[in-house]
């Protein structure tokens, strides 16, 4: 069955040091998809990526980066030199092609950036 | 030009009273989603629809009740409201597949008293 963990709940770092947000996951599908989506204090739900199970290539988009590996059944989140504004509730999700109507979350890793 | 809409953005009623939730999308997609997040931030299904059929119905008490006009909405409707059923509901929208992200609406908090 479908299952995201996180197991980082809640993460405290002082501005500019990098964090990584951890994600595992199972899944009983050859094609699925995992996302993260971000909860900024004012309770919005914004996504952020999506990868497919069939690109392992990491990506980066500005300070953020996305490490994925299949071995592992992990999908983690860097954010580089973060920012009292990354202060949010992170969320990695994860859908299946031939389940695809059902988008399962992880428990969230609340991150607190200090000034 | 809003994406997901739904209203109100707050609800704050008594117990055993009846309330409903609305919701709407303009992006042309053919699912929607109730979601329910909790005090401790969960984020759990209720229901899914695509194309006004119910798809997904996970183990949630019949007080509450979908409806889909058309696939642009997705109403909630909950009856006989319990302490128990106070947290912030999502609307969401995809492309069916799961290929494509879930976009949310902004929530509504529902308070139970």
């Known amino acids: 069955a479908q299952k995201v963990t996180q197991a980082q709940t809640e993460i405290s770092v002082v501005e500019k040091e990098d964090v990584t947000l951890d994600c595992v996951y199972e899944?009983?599908?050859?094609?699925?998809?995992l996302f993260w989506y971000k909860q900024p204090p004012s309770g919005e739900l914004v996504f952020l990526i999506r990868?497919?199970?069939?690109?392992?290539q990491n990506e980066i988009s500005g300070r953020y980066s996305w490490n994925f590996q299949k071995s592992t059944s992990s999908f983690n989140f860097t954010i580089t030199a973060s920012q009292v504004v990354d202060s949010a509730v992170y969320f990695c999700a994860l859908s299946e092609e031939n389940y695809g109507q059902n988008f399962v979350f992880g428990p969230g890793t609340r991150l607190s950036v200090l000034p | 030009d809003t994406a997901v809409s739904q209203t109100p953005k707050y609800l704050v009623t008594q117990m055993g009273n009846d309330k409903s939730i609305k919701c709407e999308q303009n992006?042309?997609?053919?699912?929607m989603y109730w979601y329910k997040q909790d005090s401790k931030k969960f984020l759990k299904i209720m229901f899914s629809y695509n194309n006004k059929e119910l798809i997904i119905n996970e183990t949630v008490p019949n007080r509450f009740s979908p409806k889909s006009p058309d696939k642009a909405h997705l109403n909630l409707h909950i009856n006989s409201l319990e302490l128990g059923d106070s947290a912030v509901y999502f609307c969401?929208?995809?492309?069916?597949?799961?290929?494509?992200?879930?976009?949310f609406g902004n929530g509504t908090r529902l308070t139970v008293t």
């Open positions: 899944t009983r599908d050859t094609t699925y998809y």
């Open positions: 992006l042309g997609h053919d699912t």
């Open positions: 990868r497919n199970s069939f690109d392992e």
């Open positions: 969401a929208s995809s492309v069916l597949g799961g290929r494509s992200p879930l976009h």
